[in-house]
């Protein structure tokens, strides 16, 4: 899935499935971000979760983010 994929594609179980996707993640944490983020918002403008929902994912997708940062910070200082 990409983010130019249609909206009605989007299911929370395909959301959370990028979100466990943690080689692609580590391997491109932005551009995994990215999808994340912009696949919360299709299925908030597609009525399959509400505000609270929106919130919830967007706040897993920064986590997301975060992990992927630090662990990626933690194997360059391992690397020294």
Not at 29 to 53: F, Q, S
Not at 59 to 74: I, K, M, N, R, T
């Amino acid at each position: 899935m990409s983010p130019g994929n249609s909206p009605q594609t989007w299911t929370i179980q395909t959301w959370l499935s990028f979100l466990k996707d943690q080689a692609a993640l580590l391997s491109n944490p932005g551009a995994h971000h990215k999808v994340l983020l912009e696949g919360a918002h299709a299925l908030h403008r597609t009525h399959v979760i509400d505000h609270n929902g929106l919130s919830d994912l967007l706040e897993q997708a920064d986590g997301a983010l975060a992990y992927a940062v630090e662990a990626l910070l933690e194997e360059r200082i391992d690397d020294r």
